[in-house]
């Protein structure tokens, strides 16, 4: 109950284009729903994150939509460009006991110019 | 946002020593986290670490293993004991950011053990 299934596991997209990566979650405690950006060899860094009380939350080019009633959410970033290459990690944390995040499995984004 | 540091970045070991990863955040900060990243894969927790508590550890971490000190509200240290090459990852420390509980992470500590 604690996993968070991400998809898909790599990503190509062209410059311009939108770059869509799923995740899903089964714990309905998680109230709180991250996600994060890598480079090699970086700590990951937050990008966006959002609460159950929103269906979608913007910052940019950035884009979370949830769905609480499915437990599914995902990110959309918008006119990819080749700097967005990166791996992305969807989160999920609980404000009562276990605060620490769990990370869903990763996707390696690839954008082309 | 919290501005988080680690010593080492790097470190080569060999097997049967301990490497003590040192984490310091620029605030005060309650609840710190260890994580271990392999290579090519998602970051797992080790353990929780709250100022004043003894760590949580997470299933399959044990203390004897991964000892953590956490003195005060802006540092922590995590030791890797007797290593072996299984061992070898990427250990990030990070941080939890009140209100919003937002968390933050360290650049990271890669570390290969031969």
């Known amino acids: 109950q604690q996993q968070v299934k991400q998809s898909p596991q790599s990503l190509i997209v062209q410059k311009g284009g939108i770059s869509i990566i799923n995740c899903a979650y089964e714990?309905?405690?998680?109230?709180?729903f991250p996600w994060y950006q890598q480079f090699p060899g970086k700590g990951p860094a937050l990008l966006i994150a959002?609460?159950?009380?929103?269906s979608e939350k913007k910052e940019g080019r950035f884009t979370i939509s949830f769905n609480k009633s499915a437990k599914q959410f995902s990110l959309h970033i918008m006119d990819s460009q080749p700097g967005d290459s990166a791996t992305y990690f969807c989160?999920?944390?609980?404000?009562?006991?276990?605060?620490?995040?769990?990370f869903g499995s990763g996707t390696r984004l690839q954008v082309q110019p | 946002s919290a501005v988080i540091s680690q010593k080492p970045s790097r470190d080569i070991c060999q097997r049967g020593t301990s490497l003590t990863i040192q984490c310091q955040v620029d605030?005060?900060?309650?609840?710190m986290f260890w994580y271990r990243q392999q290579p090519g894969q998602s970051l797992t927790l080790i353990a929780t670490?709250?100022?004043?508590?003894?760590?949580?550890?997470e299933s399959g971490f044990v203390i004897d293993k991964f000892p953590i000190s956490r003195p005060n509200l802006t540092f922590s240290t995590l030791t890797v004991s007797n290593m072996s090459p299984e061992d070898s990852s990427i250990y990030l420390c990070?941080?939890?950011?009140?209100?919003?509980?937002?968390?933050?992470f360290g650049p990271g500590t890669r570390l290969t053990v031969t």
């Open positions: 989160a999920a944390s609980m404000d009562t006991g276990r605060r620490a995040l769990t």
């Open positions: 959002i609460r159950p009380d929103v």
């Open positions: 990070s941080v939890e950011d009140p209100p919003w509980r937002e968390q933050y």
């Open positions: 605030s005060q900060v309650t609840m």
């Open positions: 714990n309905t405690a998680f109230d709180y």
């Open positions: 670490a709250n100022q004043g508590s003894e760590a949580t550890y």
